[in-house]
């Protein structure tokens, strides 16, 4: 009887060995199913981050406009007309700091005047001559209107980069176009390089900022090729941003 009992105790572990051990399998193999899930789940969440970056480095010319556009303007001065885009910190004791060329208001300032006027949508408001930069064709506006300052690169540009200039070609305020950086140019009456792009400028244009997909400044669009197309110039925003505390 013992004998047979202790059979059937042998017969009944060895059949738990089996099913612990088929346990054991299943359980191991429902691991292995897990760590696959989270594999697979770890690499569609890098896949997504970087479709994120992606997207928000992709060129959009309507929200580049949308940003820039209030922030830009027609400036008036004298017989010369140009713009002027507010930028960075407000001025000190309020208002806002705008920057521009040199050579827009360059008539007004050496004849011994600080005044000039911001246009916009039929508005107009009287801004100050701070600084100028006569080699570098820069100057510095204040108003003491309160405007949104555009945000400034902190990097330089890349060749093939995509950008857009807002402007005032021939008086037409609020016009935005596009095209890419060109080249990082040397020029023999600047005192450093320019960045050449291909979007289109007029005369107006000069001040105007070159802005990159981030939304932010580039550049200051100063000087076109008067005998050929698509050869823009700009000042890096970086040199405005050394000579004048407005960044």
């Given at each position: 009887m013992a004998g047979a009992v202790i059979a059937v105790l042998a017969v009944t572990a060895a059949a738990q060995a089996v099913w612990v051990g088929h346990l054991s399998g299943r359980l191991d193999a429902a691991e292995r199913t897990v760590r696959a899930d989270r594999d697979r789940l770890d690499a569609l969440d890098g896949r997504t981050q970087a479709l994120e970056q992606r997207a928000g480095s992709a060129f959009d010319a309507r929200a580049i406009a949308d940003a820039a556009v209030p922030s830009v303007f027609r400036v008036a001065a004298g017989p010369a007309t140009g713009t002027a885009f507010a930028v960075g910190k407000p001025a000190a004791g309020g208002g806002t700091n705008?920057?521009?060329?040199f050579h827009v208001v360059e008539d007004v300032h050496d004849d011994g005047g600080r005044q000039v006027f911001l246009e916009r949508e039929g508005a107009r408001w009287?801004?100050?001559?701070?600084?100028?930069?006569?080699?570098?064709?820069?100057?510095?506006l204040t108003t003491k209107a309160s405007f949104t300052g555009l945000a400034t690169a902190s990097g330089g540009v890349r060749t093939g980069e995509q950008i857009a200039v807002v402007g005032a070609p021939l008086g037409l305020a609020d016009s935005v176009?596009?095209?890419?950086?060109?080249?990082?140019?040397?020029m023999d009456d600047s005192?450093?390089?320019?960045?050449q792009f291909s979007a289109p400028i007029n005369p107006g244009n000069s001040g105007g900022p070159v802005?990159?997909?981030?939304?932010?400044?580039?550049?200051?669009?100063?000087?076109?090729?008067?005998?050929?197309?698509?050869?823009?110039?700009?000042?890096?925003?970086?040199v405005a941003c050394r000579l004048f505390p407005v960044c």
């Open positions: 705008l920057v521009t060329n009287p801004a100050t001559i701070v600084k100028v930069d006569k080699a570098n064709d820069l100057a510095q176009t596009t095209g890419v950086v060109s080249a990082m140019r040397p005192p450093g390089p320019l960045i802005i990159n997909s981030a939304k932010q400044v580039v550049g200051v669009a100063t000087a076109k090729a008067v005998d050929a197309e698509g050869i823009g110039l700009a000042v890096p925003i970086d």
